[in-house]
């Protein structure tokens, strides 16, 4: 980029390269907000935004992971030099020529030395440097420069014909707090660092400042992005530990023995231990991502471990072995479908770390841990649990226990009707076919049609407002209008604390007069319990509320999900002027949008900043009579540059710093366009010649600033989506919108957000496919065979179809976090059908029918399937019911894997074994024409 930059900065105009060109890498995510107030009226805005560009700003920035710090509100100080016309006509000057003394009298000087030595004879004994007032540095000493020297030894200074006063360098953007003046203090990150390492670190930068604070300026961290951090790993924590409280609880009521429940029990620590060491190993932090993970694989881990003590205890109960010889014949049973159900989980998500992009990077961290966690599972399984089961185990008692009796009948009766049912479908294999199609379309039809989002909407504890005012709209105006918007947010119990920016548009990223953004920070989770006080639920009170403001288009929004995504929420796209049709057609363009979106249900509002058609004054000024009245064009155009231009001069230091030297005509010159014509221009003779006399005022409209994407002049669209509906749906009827109504005269760009998921679809649909592929390829290699893999497989459309039910009983679309735990249903779902498949297979080779086989396998492998999927399914149960920060997330993951592998359990189980019987006896039939 730097270098680009270089290329380009000799095509600048030269103003632009005197002030010189900024490169700076920093990412688009505000990481916090701070702000300086004072109860004094010592300190206004002005002083409170330069304290802290003097004292804070590079402090800050030198914090490490830190990008920028940006300074919202009143401008640097600049040293104010306003004109005054008349004077300045009555005394025959022009602006031209106070430039040209500025310029010659504010000065760096360097004076050189006395005494220093001149060849080799040098017989001085000291040498002084000689130093001059070069630069200047206060309004008096500016008032005291000269302009010229007139008849009668009388001097012309500056403050002759103008005001001179220490102010600030721009006007045009004012910060509050609360309605308050405040210095707004935006700190952003660099790409690839910590937010929660940056925001600990400016905190204690800020602790440490403030010591040094003048009496009566005080500063808050007004909004911190990171707390939602901070509080999502909180609740995913307290999750983590009912997770884990729950498992056991699944675990100790189907055992009924305290000996045989330690032993699965002992598996979680270990294999977390394990799990977290690889993470440290990966560079893994603490995540929401891993952290859910690890709730998964808490989940997870023990299903082989219950596998092992529940056949060992099954045959131990026989009494025909001990202890040992049961774990040595439960082993011989269970180590092929633990390993397959090992490799079948890696098979699932090692694909997924191959991914790239955000999507990829999502998968990679939660795939990765539920790898590790996997591998350990599977290595404990297999080493530590038959050892802990030989130490350990005693053949079960028939228990008094009320709870567990009746527990045990439960179980009997559940028995007993799924033996009925798999009998039954064995029998008629056409009835069980037939329901299991209608199954698999029904779910692959509400995949396809629900409606889908990249990621769901989270509760970050602040929203962001956008204000727009009609084209040339003045700064007082759009303060006005901030008056109104700030009585309606002083109502709102769940507010905490906003920051309206005035004259900045965070849609434009830049100045606007006619622009405000506010941030608006809201109470603590826990002080705002139900729906009606989440972030999404304040935003639609307070766009209907503005909505009766009608001096201004105002709408609020949530943030982007992923920080750094965009600066706003929303769907955001570029819309392209890709034949070069012009700025009045591409307004038209934006306003069709704006104007038939209301069509689309799915639409709640679209909205741009785009202006072509701001009012603007042209000056034709005739430039035959410029020449004939003896003046120079360029002195017109010099003059009123500098007049109506604030015109930048030069440099003076102050407070250790630099800060510019303006020129410009004073507030009682420029408030209207009469104004302009009685400027005034000396002539070749030296007579002052007005503007008016050369001069004509057309009305026009214009754009203030052209903006390009991809090389195309092109217009930033902001599509927000109706309550009720997904991103996915208002990505295709935005789409169905610009087709319809604007053809192919322009074309579009997704950003943020929407880019992501528009190319998340495909990524999605091909590691879907290749999950599955892989898992079959390797119980193929397993079993060698190309059949009994599909038996155990045949699993994954009735998880497909619980985890649909799942996003329709919480109302969730379907996300990235909806995927991943398809994904993980995969692996689940054929970790059931292994189970089965497996005990068919061996019962198969000792001589039994295939229908029998089939049958046995089910009824056997009944129990250890209940045991760890309801231990899954109580343990994950927790994510439904999340409430606070990162709840959206977690609602989606768990709406999926509950759900999933609840259906999966009650439906799944009754099928495998019909479609092992069928499988193997396609498989016999082909053998023996082979």
């Avoid at 269970?334 to 079948?344: A, K, M, R, S, Y």
């Avoid at 058609?613 to 009123?640: C, E, H, W």
């Amino acid at each position: 980029v730097q270098n680009r930059v270089s290329v380009a900065q000799s095509s600048l105009p030269t103003p632009v390269v005197v002030q010189g060109v900024t490169v700076q890498k920093q990412s688009s995510n505000i990481v916090m907000f701070l702000t300086m107030t004072s109860d004094s009226k010592d300190y206004d805005g002005l002083y409170l935004s330069n304290y802290a560009k003097l004292n804070l700003v590079d402090q800050l920035t030198r914090v490490p992971g830190v990008g920028a710090v940006n300074v919202m509100g009143a401008g640097d100080y600049s040293m104010r030099i306003w004109l005054d016309p008349a004077a300045m006509r009555i005394r025959y000057l022009s602006p031209a020529d106070v430039y040209q003394a500025i310029q010659s009298q504010n000065v760096e000087v360097s004076a050189g030395n006395v005494g220093q030595p001149i060849g080799t004879d040098n017989k001085n004994a000291y040498q002084y440097s000689l130093t001059v007032k070069g630069r200047l540095t206060s309004p008096e000493e500016f008032g005291n420069i000269i302009l010229r020297t007139e008849t009668g030894g009388k001097i012309l200074r500056l403050r002759d014909v103008a005001h001179i006063d220490l102010g600030s360098a721009s006007y045009s953007v004012v910060s509050q707090l609360d309605g308050k003046p405040t210095a707004a203090i935006a700190i952003y990150q660099q790409p690839g660092s910590n937010s929660l390492d940056v925001s600990k670190g400016v905190k204690a930068k800020m602790q440490e400042l403030s010591q040094n604070f003048p009496a009566g300026i005080q500063y808050n961290v007004t909004l911190d992005t990171t707390d939602v951090i901070h509080a999502s790993i909180d609740e995913v924590m307290v999750t983590f530990l009912e997770t884990t409280l729950l498992v056991v609880l699944v675990i100790f009521l189907f055992l009924q023995n305290w000996r045989a429940v330690v032993i699965p029990c002992i598996t979680i620590p270990v294999s977390l231990i394990g799990t977290l060491a690889v993470m440290s190993l990966f560079g893994f932090s603490i995540n929401t991502l891993t952290l859910f993970g690890l709730i998964l694989a808490v989940a997870i881990v023990v299903d082989d471990a219950i596998v092992v003590v529940e056949n060992s205890t099954r045959l131990l109960d026989t009494g025909r072995y001990t202890s040992r010889q049961a774990v040595t014949e439960a082993m011989g049973e269970i180590t092929g479908p633990i390993v397959g159900v090992v490799l079948v989980l890696l098979a699932v998500f090692i694909p997924t770390t191959l991914v790239s992009g955000i999507s990829g990077q999502l998968y990679k961290q939660f795939a990765l841990t539920i790898a590790a966690s996997t591998v350990l599972s599977g290595f404990n399984s297999l080493t530590l649990t038959p050892a802990l089961c030989a130490l350990m185990l005693q053949p079960t008692r028939p228990s008094k226990n009320p709870l567990y009796r009746g527990f045990n009948r439960l179980y009997d009766k559940t028995q007993g009707v799924y033996d009925r049912i798999v009998e039954y479908l064995l029998r008629r294999p056409g009835a069980s076919i037939v329901s299991y199609a209608v199954f698999t379309l029904i779910a692959v039809l509400l995949f396809v049609k629900w409606p889908s989002t990249f990621v769901p909407e989270e509760d970050d504890g602040y929203f962001l407002a956008v204000v727009q005012l009609p084209p040339a709209s003045s700064l007082e105006r759009t303060q006005a209008v901030g008056k109104q918007i700030n009585k309606i947010l002083d109502s709102y119990p769940e507010v905490k604390d906003y920051i309206g920016i005035s004259g900045f548009s965070v849609m434009g990223g830049g100045e606007q007069s006619n622009a405000a953004t506010y941030f608006i920070v809201l109470q603590n989770w826990n002080e705002r319990k139900g729906k009606e006080h989440t972030a999404e639920a304040v935003v639609q009170r307070f766009n209907m509320e503005v909505y009766g403001i009608q001096e201004a288009e105002i709408f609020a929004m949530v943030p982007p999900a992923i920080p750094g995504l965009g600066a706003t929420g929303g769907l955001q796209l570029q819309l392209e002027d890709r034949h070069n049709l012009g700025a009045t057609e591409m307004q038209r363009a934006v306003e069709t949008l704006m104007e038939h979106y209301h069509n689309y249900p799915a639409l709640a509002s679209v909205s741009s900043q785009y202006q072509a058609n701001v009012p603007q004054y042209f000056l034709n000024i005739d430039r035959d009579k410029v020449q004939l009245m003896g003046i120079p064009l360029n002195s017109v155009f010099t003059a009123l540059g500098y007049y109506m231009g604030e015109a930048y001069v030069n440099d003076y230091v102050q407070f250790g710093h630099i800060y510019q030297v303006k020129l410009g005509a004073g507030d009682h010159a420029q408030r209207v366009i009469d104004d302009v014509l009685k400027l005034s221009v000396p002539n070749a003779s030296g007579e002052m010649v007005p503007f008016s006399s050369f001069t004509r005022v057309e009305e026009q409209l214009g754009m203030d600033q052209i903006n390009r994407y991809n090389m195309y002049s092109t217009a930033a669209v902001t599509c927000n989506v109706a309550p009720g509906s997904s991103s996915g749906e208002g990505i295709r009827q935005m789409e169905s919108l610009i087709k319809e109504h604007l053809g192919d005269e322009f074309g579009y760009e997704w950003t943020s957000v929407a880019y992501q998921e528009t190319q998340a679809g495909t990524t999605t649909t091909v590691v879907f496919v290749m999950a599955l592929l892989v898992a079959f390829l390797v119980l193929a290699a397993q079993y060698e065979s190309w059949t009994s893999p599909v038996a155990a497989v045949m699993g994954l459309p009735v998880a497909l179809l619980g985890a649909m039910l799942g996003c329709y009983v919480m109302g969730t679309p379907v996300s990235i976090y909806t995927q991943i735990g398809i994904i993980l249903l995969v692996a689940l779902s054929a970790k059931n059908g292994i189970l089965i498949v497996e005990f068919a297979r061996d019962f198969r080779a000792q001589g039994n029918s295939i229908r029998d086989a089939a049958f046995q396998a089910g009824h056997i492998r009944l129990r250890p399937i209940l045991m760890t999927s309801l231990a899954f399914v109580f343990g994950v149960m927790p994510l439904l019911f999340a409430t606070g920060a990162g709840a959206g997330s977690r609602v989606a993951l768990g709406a999926a894997v509950v759900f999933g592998m609840a259906l999966n359990t009650l439906l799944a189980t009754v099928y495998i074994p019909n479609f092992y019987e069928l499988m193997q006896k396609l498989q016999e039939k082909f053998s023996k024409k082979q």
